[in-house]
C-alpha cells in the first residue's frame, strides 16, 4: 500500500514538474513570436517613421 502511494505521488510529481515545464516553454515561445513580429513589423515599417519626422 504504502509503495503505491510513493509511485502515486512520484507520478503527480512528475506531472506537476511537467506541466511547469510546459508552461514556460509556452511563455517562451510567445515571447520569441512577439519578438520576431515586433522586429518584423518595425523594419516594415522603419520608413513610414522617418518620413513622417521629416514631415514635420
Do not use: H, P
Not at 12 to 25: A, D, M, P, Q, V
Amino acid at each position: 500500500m504504502n509503495n503505491k502511494q510513493t509511485e502515486s505521488s512520484d507520478k503527480t510529481g512528475k506531472i506537476k514538474r511537467l506541466e511547469t515545464e510546459n508552461e514556460k516553454l509556452k511563455r517562451l515561445k510567445a515571447k520569441r513570436e512577439a519578438d520576431a513580429f515586433k522586429r518584423k513589423y518595425f523594419e516594415y515599417y522603419d520608413d513610414v517613421k522617418i518620413s513622417y519626422r521629416e514631415d514635420w
